[in-house]
């Protein structure tokens, strides 16, 4: 059938050019973005998009990054961006974009690391590696504050903690190597008592952060009794 | 995928790419001189005396390897590139193991399709002509050592013309089909086939 107005197709996968319409520094490091997506769909929490930053020459490159915002917030995403010294795409995003700028990007994309609801839920987070986890924490507290969800959470120092205003009772934050001063909560590297403070022993367990973290971490959550089949993971390679 | 109108206001890029390597870059792929980890869930313990490789589904006959028969098979050393559908690319390094064709010697496909399979449930999908004609390996080795178990050791398929999905790690076997069947990352999200150069990332490409 014919229509007389055309639709605007909103299929994953399209690249579309975005608004930035909001910039927040987390850490020294780290920046989110926020976006308005001329297409934008509902993503999952867990779930990313691909960025494409083109030159005058023509350029290309293009990275992934998960979304940390609720699907709540509709016609937005928020993107929070870890700032690699040697990298291509997240300097220009810390150093070059301010609010205003359009910004070329897809998704959402990918539907493993994904949370669809299942509860009980253990996040445990290294590092930047707590965004996707974000998008899980903040869309529960919006829909389903009564389900059982603990965030564990290992930084290495105060300056590296990412959503320090956000972090409330579900959290369990461990810093590795500079705990903020007169800090009387955990140092040092998650562990198993770590994993049984946080109190969930069944349902799915998220686990993201550095290739070594998440081994240490998933091996940590066999040890508490979980199955394999029983935790996701989400390894953060080199994504300059 | 086709390029861009739009360009990035005050973007000139670094272009991080040796001289030599530049087309071999596919498109949105970037240089990556060390070797990154990326892998779905746990990584699994498998001993080289508990590894085995098999061929089964619809074939004339199923072959089956223990870690020790696979090693009396020939062993090809193979020069590549691998493209990870993250973005990053390995460019000019060398694996060893035993090539399809050699596994597949006697077995007789009754079908055009095949499923990898791997200890720790991965699963990756692909047409059988893309694992023949020297295009696709069981390796133990990378760079003259034996495979890190990050990568996929004991041992792993190697297809470097796709995307570095559809080379399963831990792999523990092939299992000719008559019809397609989605994989892991296939069922979600990842595209079907995954040719870098056309840059088959996702379903909708």
């Given amino acids: 059938m014919e229509r007389l107005t055309p639709v605007l197709q909103r299929a994953p996968g399209r690249w579309q050019v975005a608004n930035v319409t909001a910039i927040k520094r987390e850490t020294p490091r ?21 960025v494409r930053l083109t030159a005058p020459d023509g350029y290309v490159a293009q990275r992934s990054y ?4 609720s699907p709540i917030d509709k016609g937005q995403i928020e993107l929070t961006i870890d700032r690699l010294e040697d990298g291509e795409v997240s300097p220009y995003f810390h150093d ?11 998704g959402p994309f990918t539907s493993y690391f994904v949370w669809r609801g299942e509860a009980p839920v253990l996040l445990i987070g290294g590092g930047s590696g707590v965004v996707p986890l974000m998008a899980i924490l903040r869309h529960r507290r919006r829909v389903m504050p009564d389900l059982a969800m603990r965030l564990v959470y290992s930084v290495r120092s105060a300056d ?11 959290a369990v934050v461990t810093f590795t190597r ?3 001063h007169g800090w009387m909560g955990h140092t040092g590297r998650i562990d198993q008592a770590l994993i049984s403070e946080a109190g969930i022993d069944s349902g799915i367990v998220f686990i993201c952060g550095s290739n070594p973290f998440v081994d240490a971490a998933s091996d940590l959550a066999l040890g508490a009794g979980f199955r394999a089949n029983q935790i996701r993971t989400e390894r953060f390679g080199p994504t300059g | 995928m086709s390029g861009s ?31 990154p980890v990326l892998t779905a869930g746990p990584t699994p313990r498998i001993a080289p005396e508990e590894w085995g490789f098999r061929i089964d589904g619809m074939v004339g006959r199923e072959r089956e390897w223990t870690w020790d028969e696979f090693h009396e098979l020939p062993f090809e050393t193979v020069p590549c590139d691998i ?4 973005k990053w690319s390995k460019l000019g390094t060398n694996f060893g193991g035993v090539s399809m064709d050699t596994l597949l010697e006697g077995v007789e496909p009754q079908g055009d399709f095949t499923v990898q399979f791997s200890y720790g449930g991965y699963t990756t999908n692909l047409p059988l002509a893309d694992l023949t004609g020297g295009k696709a390996w069981v390796v133990t080795e990378h760079e003259g050592q034996p495979l890190a178990r990050e990568h996929g050791g004991p041992a792993r398929m190697l297809v470097p013309h796709l995307y570095f999905w559809k080379s399963a790690k831990w792999v523990a076997g092939v299992r000719i089909m008559d019809h397609d ?17 056309k840059e088959q990332r996702y379903w909708s490409d």
């Fill in chain 1, 160 to 170: 590296d903690l990412i959503y320090a205003d956000e972090l409330g009772d579900e």
């Fill in chain 2, 5 to 35: 109108d739009f360009i990035s206001r005050a973007f000139r890029g670094r272009r991080r790419t040796p001289e030599e390597f530049a087309d071999r870059l596919p498109p949105g792929q970037y240089y990556e001189p060390g070797y």
């Fill in chain 1, 30 to 50: 780290v920046k989110s973005f926020r976006f308005e997506l001329p297409m934008w769909m509902p993503h999952m929490p867990g779930q990313h998009y691909d």
């Fill in chain 1, 96 to 106: 070059v974009v301010m609010e205003g700028d359009q910004v070329e990007l897809r």
């Fill in chain 1, 66 to 69: 998960s979304v940390a915002s």
């Fill in chain 2, 83 to 86: 493209h990870c559908v993250t």
């Fill in chain 1, 178 to 180: 500079e705990p903020p």
């Fill in chain 2, 181 to 197: 069947e989605p994989g892991f990352w296939e069922m979600n999200g990842y595209h079907n086939y995954g040719d870098p150069w």
